[in-house]
């Protein structure tokens, strides 16, 4: 298995680092436009082989694509993160150009590849990778909403004083500060509804501080985060190479599910060998459809903003 992580900054070289640690790969390359980083980075990791134990042979490369040839899973994490007080839809100018040229410089050396998008806005970053590649659409997923539901049984956790293991709960729509969607209906701790537990005022405080959770974290650091993102890379990836069948929520390309077609969406879905395989149907109410449909409009204004530049 070969894996190529594009982007050697916080969220590639963080990402690198777990699907090093969790053996994922034989061959690991770190590519980066930047001279010297993305090398000077794989070296370091590999230095700690030999004290966490792992066989990865993990290699930096600085934009030479020749060496990401033949890779499985390619990992796009280049472009501006933003800064406090941005949204991430801003940054749509200046990523925009870089998926587009990085995702080319990819297939022509893993033409086979599946792709993960994490580059911001992710979802019109990962609808823009499906439209400019011809790739089958099975093969591109987006990165935000394994995050999001990790950030919401996060909040959920603190809010129940248990253990977030024992939470099962999704955040499905857009990865946007306002278009994300904390399904909490649906949320549960060891099958019982966490509603059950918790007052409106806490579900909404839940719910809206997910929401942020990624604003909450760039005011605190000045640039977004990286340790809970590379660790969702990392999960996503391991679910595709071990064929693990994981039920995660992905941005894929719809065609009719959840009453959207031509976008890119946070919708639940099957992770196996072959991308994701299967988008599951879960029964939205009337009031969480509306908010989803919302949620879709606002990317798909996103994915015009596109045509413009
Ligand atoms: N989808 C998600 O859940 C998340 C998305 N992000 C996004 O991931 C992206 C990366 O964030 P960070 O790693 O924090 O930023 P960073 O600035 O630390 O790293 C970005 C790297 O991309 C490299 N780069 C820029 N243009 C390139 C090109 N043409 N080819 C190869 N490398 C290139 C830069 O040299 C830099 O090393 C941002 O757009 C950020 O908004 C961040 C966290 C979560
Ligand atoms: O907040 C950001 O800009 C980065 C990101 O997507 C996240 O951490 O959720």
Same mark, same amino acid.
Request: proline share 3%; with cysteine; aromatic share 6%.
């Given at each position: 298995?070969?894996?190529?992580?594009?982007?050697?900054?916080?969220?590639?070289?963080?990402?690198?680092?777990?699907?090093?640690?969790?053996?994922?790969?034989?061959?690991?390359?770190?590519?980066?436009?930047?001279?010297?980083?993305?090398?000077?980075?794989?070296?370091?990791?590999?230095?700690?082989?030999?004290?966490?134990?792992?066989?990865?042979?993990?290699?930096?490369?600085?934009?030479?694509?020749?060496?990401?040839?033949?890779?499985?899973?390619?990992?796009?994490?280049?472009?501006?993160?933003?800064?406090?007080?941005?949204?991430?839809?801003?940054?749509?100018?200046?990523?925009?150009?870089?998926?587009?040229?990085?995702?080319?410089?990819? #297939?022509?050396? =893993? !033409? &086979?590849?599946?792709?993960?998008? *994490?580059?911001?806005?992710?979802?019109?970053? +990962?609808?823009?990778? $499906?439209?400019?590649?011809?790739?089958?659409?099975?093969?591109?997923?987006?990165?935000?909403?394994?995050?999001?539901?990790?950030?919401?049984?996060?909040?959920?956790?603190?809010? #129940?004083?248990? =253990? !977030? &293991?024992?939470?099962?709960?999704? *955040?499905?729509?857009?990865?946007?500060?306002? +278009?994300?969607?904390? $399904?909490?209906?649906?949320?549960?701790?060891?099958?019982?509804?966490?509603?059950?537990?918790?007052?409106?005022?806490?579900?909404?405080?839940?719910?809206?501080?997910?929401?942020?959770?990624?604003?909450?974290?760039?005011?605190?650091?000045?640039?977004?985060?990286?340790?809970?993102?590379?660790?969702?890379?990392?999960? $996503?990836?391991?679910?595709?190479?071990?064929?693990?069948?994981?039920?995660?929520?992905?941005?894929?390309?719809?065609?009719?599910?959840?009453?959207?077609?031509?976008?890119?969406?946070?919708?639940?879905?099957?992770?196996?060998?072959?991308?994701?395989?299967?988008?599951?149907?879960?029964?939205?109410?009337?009031?969480?459809?509306?908010?989803?449909?919302?949620?879709?409009?606002?990317?798909?204004?996103?994915?015009?903003?596109?045509?413009?530049?």
């Amino acid at each position: 298995m070969k894996i190529t992580v594009v982007g050697a900054g916080a969220v590639g070289a963080t990402s690198a680092d777990n699907i090093a640690r969790k053996e994922l790969a034989s061959e690991l390359v770190l590519l980066d436009i930047k001279e010297g980083i993305a090398e000077g980075k794989a070296l370091d990791m590999m230095q700690t082989a030999a004290l966490f134990g792992f066989d990865t042979r993990i290699t930096g490369s600085t934009n030479d694509y020749s060496k990401t040839a033949d890779s499985d899973v390619v990992v796009i994490t280049s472009g501006l993160p933003r800064k406090p007080g941005m949204t991430r839809e801003e940054l749509i100018g200046t990523n925009a150009s870089i998926v587009k040229g990085v995702t080319e410089n990819l #297939l022509k050396y =893993s !033409p &086979n590849a599946i792709i993960i998008v *994490v580059s911001n806005p992710m979802d019109t970053m +990962t609808y823009l990778t $499906l439209t400019s590649s011809g790739v089958p659409k099975e093969r591109i997923i987006g990165m935000g909403g394994i995050l999001d539901s990790a950030r919401f049984k996060c909040y959920l956790s603190q809010a #129940l004083g248990c =253990s !977030p &293991n024992d939470l099962n709960a999704i *955040v499905v729509g857009g990865h946007g500060d306002t +278009t994300m969607i904390p $399904l909490i209906r649906y949320a549960t701790w060891n099958s019982v509804p966490v509603t059950e537990f918790l007052s409106q005022e806490q579900q909404q405080k839940i719910v809206a501080d997910t929401m942020v959770g990624g604003a909450t974290l760039t005011k605190l650091l000045g640039t977004s985060a990286w340790y809970a993102p590379g660790a969702a890379v990392a999960a $996503l990836v391991e679910s595709i190479v071990r064929d693990e069948k994981r039920l995660f929520s992905c941005s894929v390309s719809v065609n009719g599910e959840y009453g959207q077609s031509d976008i890119c969406l946070g919708v639940p879905v099957i992770i196996g060998r072959n991308g994701w395989e299967k988008i599951i149907d879960y029964k939205l109410n009337e009031q969480e459809q509306t908010t989803f449909s919302k949620s879709a409009d606002a990317v798909r204004n996103m994915n015009d903003v596109l045509k413009t530049l």
